[in-house]
């Protein structure tokens, strides 16, 4: 029996369930590096997640970092209660809503006036 499985429903929508650790993170990344490419917004669900620690945060704060310099959006659901806790309890819990949505470049100043 496989420790955790990756859905894909189709439109960028995904579930992913089973445990979400140290041991499983960095499998779980590589899984949905080329199912993750072909989409501009991805919505992952993590009610079936039923073990998670300090690595599964990591992996869900590299997924954005990921989302934001390939401009994508990324937004997580049912959030698991310990990932929750253990981003609060870091500080980097504000860094969990990063990639819901891409606001894109910043414009540069127009023209100054009088010049």
């Known amino acids: ?55 599964g945060l990591a992996l869900l704060l590299e997924w954005i970092t990921w989302a934001n310099h390939t401009v994508r959006e990324i937004r997580f659901t049912d959030m698991p209660e310990k990932i929750d806790a253990i981003a609060k309890t870091t500080e980097v819990d504000h860094l969990l809503r990063r990639g819901e949505r891409w606001a894109g470049f910043i414009d540069a100043p127009g023209p100054l006036a009088g010049l």
């Open 1 to 55: 029996m496989s420790e955790f499985a990756l859905q894909d429903h189709g439109g960028g929508r995904f579930s992913l369930s089973g445990h979400m650790t140290f041991h499983t993170a960095g499998k779980i990344l590589r899984e949905s590096e080329i199912p993750f490419e072909e989409h501009t917004r991805i919505e992952v669900d993590l009610s079936g997640v039923d073990e998670t620690d300090s690595a």
